[in-house]
């Protein structure tokens, strides 16, 4: 299950440890946290956070020696983490536990579907949803600290988040996109990974802002081309084409 007491840094050093060393058992990752501690990174939660990543496959069991890890490569763990959170309504072997969907859903069930970036009391709205088992302050603020950690907001006050995904986050999802094109193709790439389009099929505010900064700073242009058919975005701007790099 992906609802776990998990802290961000302490999946990034788990990661990052196995990566350099190839194959690591269990032990020895252990033993080197209680040298090198992690926030979080203690006894239950550190199993806690080498299960989240098994359950995302960025982590393996060695067939023969169930204690030993490996890697699943990849070039940024959070894009990577993102990208196989599990969705609901695709075939993913990775949602194993009825909750799994929910942890990408949340964020877009909560925040952008109904376009409302900032959210006071989490725990209390999540289980107002259809959610299939209740969840817990705990699993909520384990899930706040994660998102954090992503880069798909800030944790605001004692149970509130705002989902303003990161400049940054962006940047990142869009150095892997081509280098400029319609929009709305843009948003559906970036949907691979985040939640961007609200409830009418509008760019939610969430990806709308950090998309603004990233205009205001030169590092991309988002173009209104009265020449070309495709939807338009942001209000009385219209958008309709973004280009990579400025």
């Known amino acids: 299950m992906l609802f776990r007491t998990v802290y961000g840094p302490e999946l990034k050093a788990v990661y990052d ?3 350099k060393h190839g194959a690591v058992r ?16 203690e006894g239950t939660n550190l199993e806690e956070a080498v299960s989240f990543l098994l ?3 960025l982590l393996r069991k060695d067939h023969a020696e169930t204690d030993v890890l490996t890697v699943e490569p990849a070039r940024d763990l959070r894009l990577a983490i993102l990208e196989r959170l599990p ?3 695709l075939a993913d072997p990775v949602a194993r536990h009825p909750l799994d969907p929910w942890f990408r859903k949340l964020l877009a069930a909560c925040f952008v579907l109904p376009n ?3 959210v006071p009391q989490l725990h209390r709205v999540a289980n107002d949803l259809p959610v299939p088992a209740p969840l817990s302050m705990e699993k909520v603020n384990a899930w706040r600290r994660v998102m954090e950690f992503l880069g798909c907001g800030l944790r605001v006050g004692d149970g509130g988040f705002l989902a ?11 150095s892997g996109w081509r280098g400029e094109g319609p929009l709305e193709e843009c948003l ?6 985040i939640p961007v389009l609200t409830s009418t099929g509008d760019m939610a505010e969430s990806v709308a802002a950090p998309l603004r900064h990233l205009e205001r700073c ?3 242009q988002m173009l209104p081309r009265a020449d070309f058919a495709g939807r338009a975005f942001l209000g009385d701007r219209r958008v309709k084409w973004i280009v990579i790099g400025g």
């Open 87 to 89: 969705r609901e309504g």
């Open 188 to 193: 559906e790439f970036l949907d691979q990974y």
């Open 17 to 19: 440890f196995v990566r």
């Open 26 to 41: 269990f032990p020895v990752l252990r033993d080197w946290m209680v040298q090198k501690p992690v926030h979080g990174a």
């Open 116 to 118: 409302r970036p900032y």
């Open 218 to 220: 030169g590092r991309i």
């Open 164 to 174: 303003h995904y990161r400049a940054e986050l962006v940047a990142a999802l869009l």
């Open 55 to 57: 359950d995302l496959g």
